[in-house]
Structure formats: structure tokens, C-alpha cells
């Protein structure tokens, strides 16, 4: 009789304390956890469109050819350089003067890789020439304008210096996991913030349990994220 009492105190305190955990909000942990338990699942995500989302320029994320090369869309000349461990563009700035600056990082693998570059208030504004990263039989391995024909100056907003190029506003939310914008309206200023600088676990799955060296907690369910497939929204 005592032992059944026992048992049953036992697992009515389990199932009281599965119901408080539930009730926890779940929080961002980073695809680097995850892949502690879902190794097999990592395995298979590295290289894929998804880890190569966002990464920072080096010798081995950066396609494009930044040997001397030498791009004109129109009046307009851009020329590709290194400066050490640095991939460096000059190209027309803001004021419509030549520039050079410095790649921070890459966007995207295939068919076509774009570049971003640091602007003051935590902007990073995306090259408005692209490498086309398809092989040469294909007509790839060179550089290209992503709006052929179209004279953008400094200005419009697609002038890769203008808003519509913005990372922050336009492209990081689907290029990285848990992205915070952080924008600040009266210095129009960003502090943006990330948990996966790519697209990792979280990004679909919603953010992962705490995880501890006692009882795995469950978080309380998040919501799925939608994504875009080649047949629609999933």
C-alpha cells in the first residue's frame, strides 16, 4: 500500500512539473546545440543553401573574381581588388564619387553570389554588381549589374547606397536565424542582432528547449515558421 502511495505522489509531481515546464517560453539556442543531439540532420544541412545563406568574407566564402577585375554597367566602372586578407570594391559611393570598400560579407552561393558592405548606423548595403556563380559553360564566372539597362544613380532607392539595398530592412530576415532588426526611429540608426548568422535550425523548427545537465525541460510550443518552397508556402 505504501510503495503504490509512493507511486502515485511520484507521478503526480511528474506530471505537474511536465505542465509548469510546458508553460516556459521557448528561446533561441543556436543551430550549434541542436546538432549535438541531430548530428545526421547537421551532416546533411552543411554546404545546402541554408548555411550558406550569410557568411563573412574570406578566402573561402568569397566566389567572385576580386583579382584586379574590372566591371562598366553604363558610365559606371567597378573594380575588384585585395588588400591583404581584405576583398576590397571601389565603385560609386553615396555622393557619386569613387570609393573603396571593404566586403564583410557574402550573400548567397548559386546561381549568384551578392556582397555587403558596411554603412554607418549599422547598415550594410548590397553591392548592386553580383558574380555569377555558374560554371563558364553556362555563361557564368563573371560579374554582372542585377538591374541591366537601368542608370541608378545615388539617390534612387535601388542605388545598391539607397534604402531598397538596405540588408537590415529589405534582405536579413531570411538570410539569418532569430534576426533582430532593432531600429531605432529617432537616429535612424540599427543594432541589428542574430542567433545563427545563416539559416539554421531555428529558422523552421522555432527556437529549441534550454538544455541542461538535469531533466530536459519542454519549452511551450512555438509557432512554425512559414517558409517558401519551389511549390509554394510550407
Request: aromatic content about 10%; some cysteine.
Amino acid at each position: 500500500m505504501r510503495r503504490a502511495a509512493t507511486a502515485a505522489i511520484a507521478l503526480t509531481l511528474c506530471y505537474i512539473t511536465s505542465h509548469v515546464l510546458a508553460d516556459e517560453p521557448a528561446k533561441f539556442v543556436g543551430g550549434q546545440l541542436c546538432s549535438g543531439c541531430h548530428a545526421a540532420e547537421t551532416e546533411r544541412w552543411r554546404g545546402s543553401h541554408h548555411a550558406l545563406a550569410m557568411q563573412k568574407a574570406t578566402e573561402t566564402t568569397v566566389l567572385g573574381d576580386f583579382a584586379n577585375g574590372r566591371f562598366e554597367h553604363l558610365d559606371a566602372v567597378t573594380t575588384f581588388s585585395r588588400s591583404g586578407d581584405k576583398f576590397m570594391v571601389n565603385t560609386e559611393g553615396p555622393d557619386g564619387a569613387l570609393h573603396d570598400y571593404e566586403i564583410a560579407y557574402t550573400f548567397g552561393v548559386y546561381p549568384l553570389q551578392q556582397y555587403l558592405i558596411a554603412f554607418p548606423g549599422g547598415r550594410y548595403q548590397a553591392l548592386g554588381v553580383a558574380w555569377d556563380s555558374r560554371p563558364k559553360e553556362q555563361g557564368g564566372q563573371r560579374w554582372f549589374h542585377l538591374y541591366p539597362g537601368q542608370q541608378l544613380k545615388p539617390g534612387n532607392p535601388l542605388h545598391w547606397t539607397g534604402r531598397d539595398q538596405t540588408w537590415n530592412y529589405q534582405c536579413a530576415d531570411c538570410h539569418s536565424t532569430n534576426l533582430q532588426k532593432n531600429y531605432d526611429l529617432a537616429a535612424n540608426t540599427y543594432a541589428t542582432t542574430w542567433s545563427d548568422l545563416d539559416v539554421s535550425c531555428e529558422a523552421c523548427h522555432g527556437p529549441g528547449p534550454v538544455m541542461s545537465p538535469g531533466p530536459r525541460r519542454r519549452p511551450k510550443a512555438a509557432p512554425t515558421r512559414r517558409v517558401p518552397t519551389l511549390r509554394g508556402w510550407a
